[in-house]
T-cell receptor, first 113, second 111 residues
Framework: DAGVIQSPRHEVTEMGQEVTLRCKPI?????LFWYRQTMMRGLELLIY????????DSGMPEDRFSAKMPNASFSTLKIQPSEPRDSAVYFC???????????FGQGTRLTVV | QKEVEQNSGPLSVPEGAIASLNCTYS??????FFWYRQYSGKSPELIMS????GDKEDGRFTAQLNKASQYVSLLIRDSQPSDSATYLC???????????FGGGTRLMVKP
């Protein structure tokens, strides 16, 4: 398996633009997590899905953020409109129920100017 | 109080020494515990998991768990400069397969 795949790896956008981050989890993993990492706040859980259903989105900072998981092999995190304070590295991770830990993708480094 | 706490460091050790990284957690029902290593500019990488009290060894790494004290640690023997990274502790609180991460400890191994 190729592991968790995220795209794009880097994204630079202007304030006010819509940004969509994509994630393909490891095949067979039934949980998917979106994290945001900054120097100031560390690794923050934004939202996670079990079996494609959102379980906890309490970490989503505000309504500008939304996430979907239309099927077991794809998820998106959308920011609309983007703001400079959204600049961070966004990680997607997947996990098999009850087994091992979560495995992370390479991350998307988002810069909003 | 954070659910999973780690000293942010940096923890500086000389090459060849034992590095000891510590983590405490607040949820007593937690069952699974994990250590991740994150190099600068890279994603977290799972390096150890532990589920029962005691020690678990894997090469130069030993994870230690004490559920009564709600404490988990990672020992790195014969530390190498390549071990310099941030180490993240993660805990599964059995709430729907979610992992909660600590803030991480930055380890610096000096040649």
């Amino acid at each position: 398996d190729a592991g968790v795949i995220q795209s794009p790896r880097h994204e630079v956008t202007e304030m006010g633009q819509e940004v969509t981050l994509r994630c393909k989890p490891i095949s067979g993993h039934n949980s998917l997590f979106w994290y945001r990492q900054t120097m100031m706040r560390g690794l923050e859980l934004l939202i996670y899905f079990n079996n494609n259903v959102p379980i906890d989105d309490s970490g989503m900072p505000e309504d500008r953020f939304s996430a979907k998981m239309p099927n077991a092999s794809f998820s998106t995190l959308k920011i609309q409109p983007s703001e400079p304070r959204d600049s961070a590295v966004y990680f997607c991770a997947s996990r098999q129920q009850g087994a091992l830990g979560a495995f992370f993708g390479q991350g998307t480094r988002l810069t909003v100017v | 109080q954070k659910e999973v706490e780690q000293n942010s460091g940096p923890l500086s050790v000389p090459e060849g020494a034992i590095a000891s990284l510590n983590c405490t957690y607040s949820d007593r029902v937690s069952q699974s515990f994990f250590w991740y290593r994150q190099y600068s500019g890279k994603s977290p990488e799972l390096i150890m998991s532990i589920y029962s009290n005691g020690d678990k060894e894997d090469g130069r790494f030993t994870a230690q768990l004490n559920k009564a004290s709600q404490y988990v640690s990672l020992l790195i023997r014969d530390s190498q400069p390549s071990d310099s990274a941030t180490y993240l502790c993660a805990v599964d609180n059995n709430a729907g397969n979610m992992l909660t991460f600590g803030g991480g400890t930055r380890l610096m191994v000096k040649p």
